[in-house]
């Protein structure tokens, strides 16, 4: 059975993507962060009650 090689083109995108990801969750965790000591713990979590 022959061997697959490993395209270097996919390591790059799945590198790109892993990147893109971890920019987004880093941006929502730091926006949850400053909004958290900006206006309190308290009112990040009784928004996310309300709108139910």
Known sequence: MAKRKIAVSSDVYTAVLAL??????????????????Q????SLFRVVTTVK
């Open 39 to 42: 206006y309190g713990w308290e």
């Open 20 to 37: 893109a990801f971890l920019a987004v969750l880093a941006t929502a965790v730091f926006a949850a962060y400053q909004c958290g000591t």
